[in-house]
């Protein structure tokens, strides 16, 4: 029995692929692998390849069944029974289904499945830059933007596992629409896309210079006025959800993370001037803003994290 | 020693006066006086008279020290020491000082102080709207705008105490500046004063008509346009607020109090069609924007909740 308590599955389940793990007790990843996902297919299609793969994992990294299962999704999860309720656009099979509730009868294992970006919340908590911290919003910036809550040292889920959505705070009730019916969501500013939208409005002829985010932050590196003012726009509204955030939960520390984050100072300088002008100057004071530090893999050690949390671990 | 431990002292002082009571476990207030405060005065000046007729009352209704004192006051407080350490700009004589400190030396009670809109969500949370409810944001709408945040059932301080400060959640990076040096915050367009503003401004030859937001609210009910433009405006702003609020926090409830709620459906009304316009479909589903039950009560009950939260009560 020793082996089944010193580590556990986890799943981190993206629009093209699935990122599969066993992870023990301190986060260190002791075997992974990749699943390609058809995000058209139904839903047996993609969750049970997965547990195959997982299975495959499982038995290569010799011992018996997992302690437990996480599980890391995009959308709205019902934290009690891991069903994707909303939010899963992406990978339309999901909606109504829970791959934990599949996947713990496959492994004969429990099984517990959350928002991805409140499993990386969780990744950090427990393994990277949000050790020691008792209250900590991490915001993911990347195709979209998402964000996962830390309060009083643990993550903060809500009342009904929804908690988190900071991309779709509203930061100008005349701002471009949001396909989530709002107006002026912050992910119309500061996401990937919107990002390289910004660069090529100001690039002009050169606009084909920089079709990615982290393409534009190469240039704005190297002092190019249209990326930094990319970047600028960017840091600006990141800035001003924090700082209404901070304003509401007098937290110590804003983690940025996702794939945009990557981007590194010429993104996170932008946010720290901008949350000052838009925070209480006392509140804002105490607020650190900082890179997260698990990159690629938070979704991965969240799910991990998750699974141990469950456990009581 | 039984007396002792059956009631508490509380004080609720704001920029003109201070409403002193005694009050028993279970929310009634035993006896109530009101002192007036010169908000230019110094500090001895100011909380003396409040010490003393607060001993004065304690001693006409009978029994020992109060088991303690607790204490709502505006601007940011320190939680540990009761120390006003900022926004206490009305009462400048407050800054850094702490009247908790004063009353329980005094009184010889320990004493504590918090935000008044904090005491406020505390009183509703035990004797209030927010009965039962695990999570809920009190906005107190009156000459400004402030918070009070309850999460997994208790009140949410933040790391220092600050946690809550809604009203100067920005709304608008290019709205009217605000003397707390940010743009476009909550409180310039939803309070009082933002209230009748908006008023003059729609009622052309018309203004004199009202002078407070109640005046306003009066016409609305009876159909003014100009009045229900004006409330329009202030539930629209409290919406967008209060959808980014719940998008972040995915709490069941927004509780409306402070002066201006007497307004009733006037301001609620819109406030509730706003909020489904800037939250998550999914997420503003199951959250209710209800007023506030205590009124003018509310911080006054809400020191006596801190007491008794305090005295683990």
Redesign the interface.
Known sequence: MKERSERVAAVDLGGTSAKIGIVDRSGTILARDRVSIDARAGFEDIVGPVAMALAELLAGSGGGPPAGIGIGAPG?IDPDTGTI???SENIPAMQGRSPAAYLAGKLTAPAWADNDATCAAAAELAYGAGRGL??FLLVTVGTGIG?G?V??GKV???????????G???????GPPCP????GCLEQYASGPAIVRAWKACAGTRAAEAESPLEVARLARAGDPAALEAFAGAG?ALG??L???V??????ACLIGGGVADAGEVLLEPVRRSLR???????AE?VRVIAAELGNDAGLLGAAALAWERLGA
């Open positions: 709205f309720v909303g939010g008792r209250g964000g809550l309060l009083g903060w889920r809500g009342m009904r596992g929804f908690a988190g959505e900071i779709h705070v509203s930061l100008d009730p005349c989530c019916g709002s107006r600006r001003q959800a700082g209404g955030t304003n509401l939960l007098d937290i110590e002008r838009y925070a209480y100057p006392l509140v105490g």
